[in-house]
């Protein structure tokens, strides 16, 4: 009963990306409702997820900007130098 | 190296020819051993940086199911925003993902772009950045799980 952890492990992080499909959802739904640690790690993520909601919020509070340019070039500077890697 | 060469010529010897001289025999056995040897070092390497930047082969049995089971957190987000010593815990599990996990992460959790930003900046699909992000995700609440929410339990 326990194997489709793994996969709903990554259903429940592609919930916060993208519309599951209804035999995604509905598969992951089942699941959660038998097992108790796949509930605490949708909980965990919830948590983390309204974390950085917030975070998010405080920051536009405190500086009204998402990311400097000079960050967002260094973002892709780095990005370039790894595109080959697997990641 | 040498050593092995020597070792292998010596079990080899009633393969030896005659053909060419003793010497290029045994240089020929050394380039054969360096080859191996360079091949076995890449091959361990790309192992490390697998599991390194797919968490799930060490979180998950090979069924499927959780190795160790989540545990359950009772926070609130809003005091885990305000409580500095966690943003410190939380920098420094971000800080040990593997750089583009990172990059991806922090654009998309830290910065709030949506996944068609992250995706065009990062050149990937969105597959990918999904696969990235849940792993980023499973490394991040096993790294918090150790060094926040498990160590405050105790």
């Known amino acids: 009963m326990n194997h489709f952890c793994r996969e709903a492990s990554q259903l429940q992080s592609d919930a916060f990306e993208r519309q599951l499909t209804l035999s995604e959802h509905i598969r992951l739904r089942i699941h959660l409702l038998i097992c108790e640690a796949c509930r605490n790690y949708a909980d965990s993520l919830k948590l983390l997820n309204s974390f950085f909601h917030n975070l998010r919020k405080q920051v536009q509070q405190d500086e009204g900007i998402t990311l400097p340019d000079s960050d967002r070039e260094r973002i892709k500077e780095a990005l370039s130098r790894t595109s080959d890697s697997a990641g | ?154």
Request: glycine fraction near 6%.
């Open chain 2, 1 to 154: 190296m040498v050593q092995e060469t020597l070792l292998a010529a010596w079990r080899g010897r009633d393969r030896f020819a005659g053909k060419s001289s003793v010497r290029t025999w045994l240089v020929g056995i050394l380039k054969h051993k360096i080859i191996d040897h360079i091949r076995k070092e890449i091959r361990d390497r790309k192992l490390s940086e697998a599991v390194k930047s797919d968490p799930t082969s060490s979180l998950f049995n090979a069924d499927g199911s959780w190795i160790e089971a989540p545990e359950n957190w009772k926070e609130n987000p809003q005091e885990l925003c305000e409580n500095e010593q966690f943003r410190h815990v939380l920098q420094g599990c971000i800080a040990k993902l593997p750089e583009k996990q990172q990059i991806v992460f922090r654009m998309r959790e830290i910065s709030g772009e949506d996944t068609e930003t992250v995706c065009k900046e990062a050149e990937i699909t969105p597959t990918h950045l999904h696969v990235l992000i849940h792993r980023a995700r499973l490394a991040l609440r096993t790294c918090l799980e150790f060094y926040w929410f498990g160590g405050r339990r105790s």
